[in-house]
Structure formats: C-alpha cells, structure tokens
C-alpha cells in the first residue's frame, strides 16, 4: 500500500509499504527518503503518535493512502531547555541578512521581535508556525482523499481542478525563483540630475508619459510660476483625476552641458517633482541605454542616478512601502473630480485644453463597497494575521472552499 508521509518542512513522500511490515522497519525506510534519524523521528496518525515499534501499520490502524506526520523530536541545548534543532541557526541568519529581517518585520513583527530580542521565544513560535502548517497539510491530504473518494462528483471535480491549478501556479513561481530569480527584486525608476532655470532636480525618465509634468511646488522653486499660461489649463483623467494649472511654454533645461528648450505642464496631485515625457524625449531624440544605465541625448552620456541618489519618495516607491498608479496616469488629487479648473483671466486667444472637461463626483451611494465575501471574518483574521491581506485571505478561502487550514497551506 501507499502511505504520504509529510515531513518537518511541509514536504510529503510516498512510500510504498506491506501492510504487515513493522513500524521499526518503515522508520528506517523513512530515515532514507527523509534522513531523519530514527532516534529523532516521531510519527503521528489522527491525532495519536505510533510509538509501537514491533507493530505492524495494519495494527496501528494505517491504511491504503492515509497521511501521516513525521516530525523531528525536539533536542535538548547544553543547558537543558528544549529548543527546536535547527531554530537557533534560522536565527542567526536572519539576523546576519537585513533584508529577511525587513521582511519579518513587515509580515510578522512579533517573531522578528523574538529573534533580536528572546531566543527561546522565537524557537517556540517558529515551532508554533511549523504546526500549522504540518496540521495545514494533513487537512490538505485529507481533503484530497474526501475529494477522490467519489468520481463522479462533480462539485468534487471542480474542487480537484482549481487545486491542480494552484499547484501549477506554485511550480510555476518555484520555476521562476531557480531560474530567474531576478524578477523578483525591485527596480529602481530612472532618474537623473537636470537644472531648471538655474535650479537644480532630479528628473523622472518616463517614456510612457505623453507630456513633461512639473508639480506647482517646484515651479515655484525654479521660479516659472510666473510663466504658467491658464489656458492650457483643465483636469487630466486616468486612473483618478488631477487638476493641471497651465503650462510653460518654453523653460530653459540643462543636461549635462546642453541647454534645452523645452514645454513643461503644471499639475497638481504628482509626487514626482519633474517628469520628464516622451515630448521632450522625442523632440532632443533621446535614447534610453539600460545597457550603459545612461540618457542619451545629442551625443551626451547621462547616468541614472543609483539608489541611494534618488528622492526620498522615489525610495519609498522602491522598497513598496507605497503603490502608485501606471506613471503618465495621475493619481486623484483632492476634490480634483469634483471641483472645476479655476477661471482663467480673459485675454486674447482661444487657447487650448489639454483634456475633456471634468466629470461630475459620483453620488456616496455609487461608491465603491468593501469586498463582500461569505466567509466568517474570524477565518479571514486568522488568514491576515499569518501577513495576508484582506483580498488574498479572502480569495484563498474562496480556493478552498472556506477550509481556513488549506487556505493557509495555500498561502504558505
């Protein structure tokens, strides 16, 4: 018979045994798939620990297809205290790596307190989070085996396809962490130091842009404020609303030693000092070489600036302490929907508005409403309080079927 043995880690062998042969004996089968010891392994089936070394699994009560728990014993330090074999040195590593430890702090702040501060705490909440997830993936087996038992179930069917497909996003994600696991660092935007008018700032590259953006507050800086023509004015949608003030025909742009001529939009509601769009890109026939990591520009090399050059907010954005919509697009700036662009003073000349004008607010009623869900709020909490957000606690439920501990073998 077939017998799943899910291990210290979460991780499940299949082990073909006689059902008359004795535990001592699938010990020693186990030492070889899992290398745990014999001395250190401790066997558990629903809920009991087999601790009959002369009995046979058919005595035990083990049959076809069943999962059992294998977990290391615990050890003892030189000073007596039980602690967890392997805890001590996750510690220690954690603490020698910032980054991780950045990360533990964002997801679980009291474990990465207990590894700082308190080691025999950390050794028993690590051990605590290896429970849930060994009792995690039992209930997983289990509900595979409830699942298998009717064929012809179709509600079961459904329920086999959508794991299969989970399965195939986590194999998917590990093929991605060994072979490219680039992709999952952070990229820093594309800045580089210009001078306007005199006044220096770090400059967004954003080909996506359609047009150059400089925000009121540094218009002032540079002193162009003066030069803001209002009938460019209007209201820039996108993903939200932002109010654009004008625009400065002509500023005087300094890169490296050239000086630019070039057409800069004021608007309200950007983070980003200056964003420099594919107007200007496309009029000075720029070229962005991420080989080089430089702007280039009429014959001219500029570096992006490194990390630890870019602006305070642009670092934020970098280590995801903030999500910010597609660049171009300009995020919703206080009762910019609602309110109208300021009347600009009469004077000869049509103008031109750069976008349609506003739209009326949507009444309270058709605003959006959080996220409805069948789902006990307890389990959900459970969920979030693992370093889930609401949404993925919400759709990992939906996944298994409000099975709070598939959901959470689902998250880990």
Same mark, same amino acid.
Request: aromatic residues 4%; contains cysteine.
């Given at each position: 018979?077939?017998?799943? %043995?899910?291990?210290?880690?979460?991780?499940?062998?299949?082990?073909?045994?006689?059902?008359?042969?004795?535990?001592?004996?699938?010990?020693?089968?186990?030492?070889?798939?899992?290398?745990?010891?014999?001395?250190?392994?401790s066997l558990s089936y629903d809920g009991r620990e087999l601790n009959a070394p002369k009995s046979t699994m058919r005595q035990l009560g083990v049959s076809?297809?069943?999962?059992?728990?294998?977990?290391?014993?615990?050890?003892?330090? *030189?000073?007596?205290?039980?602690?967890?074999?392997?805890?001590? !040195? !996750?510690?220690?590593?954690?603490?020698?790596?910032?980054?991780?430890?950045?990360?533990?702090?964002?997801?679980?702040?009291?474990?990465?307190?207990?590894?700082?501060?308190?080691?025999?705490?950390?050794?028993?909440?690590?051990?605590?989070?290896?429970?849930?997830?060994?009792?995690?993936?039992?209930?997983?087996?289990?509900?595979?085996?409830?699942?298998?038992?009717?064929?012809?179930?179709?509600?079961?069917? $459904?329920?086999?396809?959508?794991?299969?497909?989970?399965? #195939?996003?986590?194999?998917? !994600?590990?093929? =991605?962490l060994e072979y490219s696991p680039e992709s999952f660092g952070r990229v820093t935007m594309l800045y580089i130091p210009v001078e306007v008018n005199s006044?220096?700032?770090?400059?967004?590259?954003?080909?996506?842009?359609? +047009?150059?953006?400089?925000?009121?507050?540094?218009?002032?800086?540079?002193?162009?404020?003066?030069?803001?023509? +209002?009938?460019?004015?209007?209201?820039?949608?996108?993903?939200?609303?932002?109010?654009?003030?004008? $625009?400065?025909?002509?500023?005087?742009?300094?890169?490296?030693?050239?000086?630019?001529?070039?057409?800069?939009?004021?608007?309200?509601?950007?983070?980003?000092?200056?964003?420099?769009?594919?107007?200007?890109?496309?009029?000075?026939? #720029?070229?962005?070489?991420?080989?080089?990591?430089?702007?280039?520009?009429?014959?001219?090399?500029?570096? %992006?600036?490194?990390?630890?050059?870019?602006?305070?907010?642009?670092?934020?954005?970098?280590?995801?302490?903030?999500?910010?919509?597609?660049?171009?697009?300009?995020?919703?700036?206080?009762?910019? #929907?609602?309110?109208?662009?300021?009347? =600009?003073?009469?004077?000869?000349?049509?103008?031109?508005?750069?976008?349609?004008?506003?739209?009326?607010? *949507?009444? @309270?009623?058709?605003?959006p409403q959080p996220t409805q869900t069948r789902h006990p709020e307890e389990k959900i909490r459970m969920l979030m309080d693992l370093g889930a957000t609401?949404?993925?606690?919400?759709?990992?439920?939906? @996944?298994?079927?409000?099975?709070?501990?598939?959901?959470?073998?689902?998250?880990?």
């Amino acid at each position: 018979m077939e017998l799943t %043995f899910v291990n210290d880690l979460g991780q499940s062998f299949v082990v073909e045994i006689d059902p008359n042969m004795e535990l001592e004996n699938v010990m020693a089968l186990l030492e070889a798939e899992s290398g745990i010891p014999i001395a250190e392994q401790s066997l558990s089936y629903d809920g009991r620990e087999l601790n009959a070394p002369k009995s046979t699994m058919r005595q035990l009560g083990v049959s076809e297809n069943n999962a059992v728990l294998l977990l290391r014993r615990k050890v003892r330090n *030189p000073a007596g205290r039980p602690m967890e074999q392997d805890s001590e !040195m !996750m510690r220690l590593q954690l603490l020698g790596d910032p980054n991780l430890m950045r990360q533990l702090q964002e997801t679980q702040p009291e474990l990465a307190s207990a590894a700082q501060s308190d080691p025999q705490r950390f050794a028993e909440l690590l051990r605590h989070t290896r429970e849930r997830q060994y009792e995690a993936e039992l209930a997983r087996q289990r509900e595979i085996e409830h699942l298998n038992a009717d064929p012809f179930d179709v509600e079961a069917q $459904r329920k086999i396809e959508e794991a299969i497909r989970q399965q #195939a996003v986590l194999e998917n !994600m590990e093929h =991605a962490l060994e072979y490219s696991p680039e992709s999952f660092g952070r990229v820093t935007m594309l800045y580089i130091p210009v001078e306007v008018n005199s006044h220096p700032v770090n400059a967004f590259v954003d080909s996506g842009a359609q +047009q150059t953006i400089m925000t009121p507050a540094c218009a002032e800086a540079c002193g162009i404020m003066r030069l803001v023509d +209002q009938r460019w004015g209007g209201i820039a949608r996108g993903v939200g609303t932002a109010k654009i003030l004008g $625009r400065v025909h002509s500023a005087q742009l300094k890169l490296a030693d050239l000086h630019l001529p070039c057409a800069i939009t004021i608007m309200e509601g950007r983070d980003v000092d200056l964003l420099l769009g594919l107007d200007m890109l496309k009029a000075h026939q #720029a070229c962005i070489d991420l080989e080089k990591n430089v702007l280039r520009i009429q014959g001219r090399e500029v570096k %992006f600036l490194s990390e630890h050059e870019l602006p305070e907010k642009a670092r934020h954005e970098a280590t995801g302490d903030e999500v910010h919509p597609p660049v171009g697009i300009p995020p919703p700036g206080p009762s910019s #929907a609602s309110t109208p662009s300021a009347p =600009a003073p009469s004077f000869p000349g049509s103008g031109h508005t750069l976008v349609a004008p506003p739209v009326r607010q *949507p009444s @309270a009623a058709a605003a959006p409403q959080p996220t409805q869900t069948r789902h006990p709020e307890e389990k959900i909490r459970m969920l979030m309080d693992l370093g889930a957000t609401r949404e993925v606690a919400i759709s990992s439920l939906d @996944a298994a079927d409000g099975n709070v501990d598939v959901a959470a073998s689902l998250l880990f």
